[in-house]
């Protein structure tokens, strides 16, 4: 059976659909974006902030990372150098000899015997360090070079490597062949024992050299003792890779950082005369530092 809505419910079914149309929320026709995306304006602001942002901080963490690569190679030229004094122990008091061969410049090798063999910038492996004397104390390949070295090796088969070893030994520490001097102008002399080293604190045993000097690579750091004095040519030349300076060990076994007064790492400084001011001065805080005659 069907039942008719009465008049009332007919009127008030009317009115809430009459009530549904009057209330209805206007069509809003502006664009609309999802919550929380940004608009081009802001998304370039940001990205300038950003790198605002990096300038500033990119310096500090750079200058952070080149600290602590000093730091590591310090650490090397310590554990280079406490590798030597326990060799001077176990040898009867002598300290790690290096002889060079007669091959010739600019590339001398460490022969057989000596604290490393061959040359840093023709060794394209690790294989002459772990030759060497003083790697049985050392058992690590890394302790020989510095981190911030950048230098490479002479090209072979059209590549070129970063060298395994950044640290020269003192040419007048029981050392021979090659281009060293043999008897030294006095009052410098070479010697082969600890003991006849007066006042380690000042004698300086390892440093780090540089690629730009003439006698590239090569196991020892030797000075130009040529004729006239004083001398007027640098021989080997230290790096000035750390903050215009670098690391040296010393013969009472302490290690420090030294800061040259002048630039290191070009060809001026390698091959040219000592020039006057800062670079006299640097060559002869390290030519101060060579054994002296008891």
Known sequence: MKTKLGPFCLFLATCRGEGRECWRAPRDKRPHYPRGAFTLIELLVV??????????LLPALSKAKSKGQAIVCLNNVRQLQLASGVYTDDNNDRMPFTELDNGGPPHYRGLPGSWVLGNAILDVSPTNLERG????YLKSVGSFRCPSDRTLTEARGGKRFPVNRSYTVNATLNAKGGMITPIPPRPWVNVEKRSSVVNPSRVWVFTESSPFTLWPGDPVFDFHFGPPLPIELWGDTPTDRHSQGCNLSFADGHAQFHRWKAPKDSWSAGIHKIQPGGDREDHTWLLDGLPRMQ
């Open 47 to 56: 990205i300038a902030i950003i790198a605002i942002l990096a300038g500033m």
């Open 133 to 136: 004397t003083l790697f049985f």
